[in-house]
């Protein structure tokens, strides 16, 4: 370090020899700042520390500010003796600042310059929260719980969620208490409602287990009410709590429907629609639904003792709707008309053994009437008969002209029955065919009446034969009228 030392020196004239002057110095002291983990002893980067030569009270005495490097250290060269403050201002990255021991004041004393002072400020690592979520039955973790974690008493959180491994850590959380809730339970769980708080331990990943009920499920059957054997196609409404939101849901080949992942609660289940050949069950049955509890519903039907009437295409047997049929005792009284629903279908349940007639008196829009049919009723049987419909035909009129071939419009036909019943008479338009629909399989007479304007009538008559399911066509051809030249 410098020195006040103040040498004088008198030369003489004619001095030829040397003078000697000795200045003395003490050495400079060093300081070396080392901050390191409380926990295991390793060196932190990144720390800030203020240095004053004095009080940090006094703003004179600043030196200014030095920074933990990589190995967590920091020296500060040429220091006189005196008394200094270290102040720790801003911990490294995911540690606290230990507020007890953060200022530090020593004393560089003249016997020990020329050495290096080392000292040390330890920090605690910010506290971890570990959060696991589990099967509360089974102990499985479960990937996909939502949760809200903040300080107790604050509005502001952080949404986090399990990963697939069923944990979420929270790092560099504040030496505080902190508010779990979970706000969306993983798939087919329940929510758990409760709040947990947690007080966070600096230097510590606190661990919080939260366990999860799986939602229930409930088994809905349908059997016979005398052999007790499962019987699909039942259709029923599950109401929760007489809610106004309802789901309908029909059994299956197996007689049942399982509803999974339900709401814990009561619930309502009743019969909107019963198995064909069945009456329906309109009891309303009632069951409360428990977190890892599914629970069985079961309805039972009394078989019909009925007629039933089917109604399909003749070609693809789909069912046909708007089919209306005449019921009447064979030869006798007339039980009533019937028309078939969007299945295709009519029950008729109220009538008493015997033969009856039933005939197609309206079949759907394009199709032809099928004839009618004898059938016998047993009490206690349930007795289907199914009427199949042909597609009525349409026939395809082409004209056009006999050199170049294009359509020709204006010309008329009339459609006769080779019986000669009348159809109608018909124009062609611009269009390739002239279409005429739903014709009653059989032979058809087709004449031209008026020839377009320009050509000479055909009047020549085709015989045709319609097939069911089958367009036929038939095909005219004009000369044009001959001109007069000039």
């Known amino acids: 370090m410098g020195t006040t030392t103040v040498h004088t020196v008198n030369i003489l004239d004619g001095n030829t020899e040397t003078v000697t002057v000795e200045f003395r110095n003490d050495p400079w002291t060093s300081l070396t700042i080392r901050k390191v983990d409380k926990t295991n002893a390793k060196g932190l980067p990144g720390a ?5 030569k004095g009080s940090e009270e006094d703003s004179k005495a600043y030196l200014g500010d030095w920074e ?13 003796p005196g008394y200094y403050t270290i102040v720790e201002s801003q911990a490294p990255y995911g540690y606290l600042l230990d507020q007890e021991h953060h200022v530090q004041t020593i004393e560089i004393k003249p016997e020990t310059v020329d050495r290096n002072i080392t000292m040390v400020f330890q920090n605690l690592p910010k506290p971890k929260l570990l959060i696991e979520k589990i099967d509360k039955v089974t102990g499985l973790r479960l990937p996909g719980a939502v949760f809200h ?6 509005e502001e959180y952080m949404e986090v969620t399990t990963s697939s491994d069923g944990t979420v850590l929270l790092e560099n959380l504040e030496d ?17 409602t409760w709040h947990y708080d947690v007080e966070m331990i600096p230097g510590k990943t606190v661990p919080l287990i939260m366990s999860n009920l799986q939602q229930p499920d409930l088994l809905i059957r349908k059997v016979d009410e005398q052999t007790e054997v499962g019987v699909p196609g039942a259709m029923l409404r599950r109401t929760k709590d007489d809610a106004k939101e309802y789901k309908d849901v029909t059994t299956g080949a197996d007689d049942t429907y399982l509803v999974k992942d339900l709401e814990p609660g009561w619930y309502t289940v009743k019969e909107t629609k019963a198995p064909l050949e069945y009456i329906l069950d309109d009891t309303v049955k009632t069951v409360e639904l428990k977190p890892d509890a599914p629970a069985v519903v079961e309805f039972e039907n009394q078989p019909l003792n009925g007629l039933h009437i089917k109604k399909i295409d003749s ?13 009447s005792e064979k030869g006798g009284r007339l039980i009533g008309e019937y028309t078939t629903d969007n299945q295709g279908e ?24 099928d004839p009618p049919k004898d059938v016998e009723f047993v009490w206690g049987q349930f007795v289907t008969v199914e009427f199949t419909n042909e597609l009525l035909s349409p026939i395809q009129i082409r004209k056009i002209d006999s050199e170049t071939g294009a359509p020709l419009a204006g010309a008329k036909f009339r459609i006769t029955k080779a019986n000669g019943e009348y159809v109608g008479d018909f124009s062609t338009s611009t269009d390739d065919f002239l279409n005429v629909p739903e014709l009653e399989p059989g032979f058809y007479i087709v004449s031209e009446t008026k020839a377009p304007e320009g050509y000479l009538l055909d009047n020549t008559p085709q015989t045709i034969e319609v097939k069911a399911n089958v367009p036929t066509m038939v095909e005219f051809v004009n000369k044009r009228l001959p001109g007069l030249q000039v």
């Open 346 to 369: 009519i029950v008729i349940d109220d009538l008493q053994p015997g033969w009856y007639t039933i005939e197609e008196i309206k079949a759907p829009d394009g199709y032809r009437l």
């Open 68 to 80: 933990s490097g990589e190995n967590g250290s920091v020296t500060i060269q040429k220091l006189e």
């Open 149 to 154: 974690v903040s300080r107790r008493g604050s």
């Open 315 to 327: 070609k693809t047997q789909a069912p046909l709707e708007g089919a209306k049929f005449r019921v």
């Open 48 to 52: 800030i520390f203020k240095l004053y």
């Open 176 to 192: 505080d208490w902190y508010t779990v809730t979970e706000v969306r339970a993983p798939s087919g769980y329940v929510l758990d």
